[in-house]
């Protein structure tokens, strides 16, 4: 998802003395009028180079997400027969769906730069598409984040029930199942629950939140928003379990030392925080400020306060544009290989032969390796 800027930045007119008028008056009137424009130039001032910064965005975000898809791809094909196979597929999917997400409503609001809307534009079949693009690609990456927490909260806690039920074929499949319930939701206009609009500074779409908002459109936003934050809870939860077993196991080493925390368990535990932490700050405020924007709108019946609330949904999509950006460089940057390299510049020590990062990756190995046999 790109990030939405935008490029209108001319000035409004100056207000013209009016007769039968006292200067003071005039200079009164000029400045509610520019209280009134405050709110609304905040993001038109941001950055005049809207489409190059969207330009640049867009591209780094591509290859972000080709790097992450490499390195998966990689990762996938070494370790295929490892407990650490399922984690990979759905990160790979992850990262694949954000790349889709990059490009495609991308490509999208760059062509609106070029052809402006404007707040009395009515919804285009380009519009219905991108609205329909931004709730999909955005409950996405949500619900993949939520089912890798409790993939490896059930393999971290459960490990003979997760090699029981964990498996690729029912990993693929319940991939499936989470694009086609995204999709499902971001379908939901067509059935008449809600509908897609330009959203301020009309080059962008998204559910109706502001103006002639309908108990459909206050339906809508809370099946999304609802959706979102549900996922965020319960990978807050699971990951929260997965990293306290984690701790528990490295505290109890020295009572039993065969109750080693795997490397690769805290590989995976460390990245999904990752997600889950970049998937907060990014999709949080979305959520949150398109509940705030269609309670106030419905309640109100009235666009005279809206402006406050235009500018925390921009703010608010702009902050999730930037998930798809950084959930690459979560997988990137936190994985074994870079842990290492950390764990070495901080202890000084070169060789981990002998040190506990060193047994947690025996003792990865030589588990995993049981249950490749097991399996066969």
């Not at 000029?30 to 640049?56: E, R, Y």
């Not at 490397?263 to 400020?289: K, N």
């Amino acid at each position: 998802m790109l990030s939405i800027q935008h490029c209108n930045t001319s000035a409004p007119a100056a207000v013209a003395p009016i007769s039968n008028q006292t200067p003071g008056t005039v200079e009164m009137a000029a400045m509610g009028n520019k209280d009134n424009q405050t709110v609304s130039s905040v993001i038109a001032n941001l950055n005049p180079n809207a489409p190059t910064s969207a330009g640049l965005s867009m591209t780094l975000g591509v290859l972000s997400n080709i790097i992450a898809l490499f390195i998966l791809a990689k990762a996938y094909a070494r370790l295929r027969r490892r407990s650490k196979a399922t984690f990979l597929l759905f990160a790979s999917s992850l990262v694949a769906t954000d790349f889709a997400g990059h490009i495609i409503p991308g490509a999208l609001v760059l062509h609106l730069y070029s052809n402006s809307a404007n707040q009395n534009s009515r919804p285009d079949a380009i519009c219905l598409f991108l609205g329909g693009s931004m709730v999909f690609f955005g409950l996405c990456p949500l619900f993949l984040g939520c089912a890798m927490a409790a993939e490896r909260c059930l393999g971290v806690t459960r490990p003979l029930v997760h090699a029981r039920l964990v498996s690729t074929t029912r990993t693929k499949v319940a991939v499936a199942l989470i694009w086609l319930l995204a999709l499902l939701v971001a379908l939901s206009p067509v059935i008449g629950l809600g509908e897609y609009t330009y959203q301020y500074p009309w080059t962008w779409c998204f559910i109706r939140v502001l103006g002639n908002t309908k108990g459909t459109d206050v339906a809508f936003v809370l099946l999304f928003s609802g959706l979102g934050l549900a996922s965020l809870a319960v990978s807050l939860v699971c990951n929260t379990v997965s990293g306290m077993t984690l701790v528990l196991a490295r505290l109890r080493r020295r009572k039993c030392p065969r109750r080693i925390a795997k490397s690769h368990d805290i590989e995976m535990v460390a990245q999904l925080v990752g997600i889950m932490v970049t998937s907060c700050i990014c999709w949080s405020p979305l959520l949150i400020f398109g509940l705030m924007s269609v309670r106030h709108s419905y309640s109100s019946h009235s666009e005279t306060n809206d402006e406050p609330y235009r500018t925390l949904m921009v703010m608010g999509v702009r902050l999730a544009s930037c998930n798809q950006i950084l959930d690459p460089w979560v997988y990137i940057l936190l994985r074994r290989a870079v842990l290492r390299k950390i764990y070495r510049l901080t202890t000084g020590r070169m060789d981990t032969r002998g040190s506990t990062f060193r047994r947690w990756e025996i003792s990865s190995f030589q588990g995993s390796e049981k249950n490749a046999v097991k399996r066969i």
